[in-house]
């Protein structure tokens, strides 16, 4: 006769890596600790969440109002999907000269590199969106970061319309900011943070 313990729930094993990030919420909070802000971006095979992946990270931290250069991370994904008609956006070729990691390593290391930092991002969602379907496969949860958005804060600042999207391109215009390396995402991302820190500032 089999006996069970209804009382008892299995509990899933996470990997460790997962535990830490986790762990970076849980512990109080210290006031004395700068705020730490990282911009990122991804480059993609497209941009439906559900069949595209990432072929690129870009991140930047940000301290009191200062681009961290020496503080950022660039990853390159091996392609197991590619699409021949991104290339021409994002110039990552499938044999490219880039160091390419496998999709786990690449989540892992921009996991550690986040922590509990709070994302930025223009139209950031997306980027989010990517990162949770790479946790998805991996059998994770979401990312817990808490996250700001270049192009709602344009919008509140100008008091323009929910669909009164702004392209990173016409911020760039608008604040006068040089677009090098546009749609890399170490370019993207470094853009974005000067971007950020404008609207920031005022």
Request: proline fraction near 1%; charge should be neutral; aromatic fraction near 10%.
């Amino acid at each position: 006769m089999m006996l069970f313990n209804w009382f008892k729930k299995d509990k899933k094993s996470y990997p460790e890596f997962w535990q830490n990030y986790v762990a970076c919420f849980d512990a109080k909070a210290d006031k004395k600790v700068v705020k730490r802000f990282v911009v990122f971006d991804t480059e993609t095979t497209g941009l439906d969440v559900r069949s595209d992946v990432i072929l690129s990270i870009g991140a930047i931290a940000i301290y009191d109002n200062s681009i961290v250069v020496n503080d950022s991370l660039e990853l390159f994904v091996e392609q197991n999907v590619f699409k021949t008609e991104s290339v021409p956006i994002h110039g990552i070729l499938k044999e490219g000269k880039e160091e390419k990691l496998g999709e786990t390593e690449a989540v892992i290391q921009f996991l550690d590199f986040i922590k509990d930092s709070t994302l930025v991002g223009h139209h950031v969602h997306f980027d989010v969106k990517m990162v949770n379907a790479s946790l998805k496969r991996m059998g994770l949860g979401k990312l817990k970061n808490r996250s700001i958005d270049t192009d709602l804060m344009y919008r509140k600042f100008k008091g323009l319309q929910e669909d009164q999207h702004v392209s990173l391109d016409e911020l760039c215009q608008i604040f006068k900011i040089p677009k090098s390396d546009r749609h890399t995402a170490a370019g993207d991302t470094f853009i974005t943070a000067l971007v950020f820190l404008r609207l920031k500032n005022k």
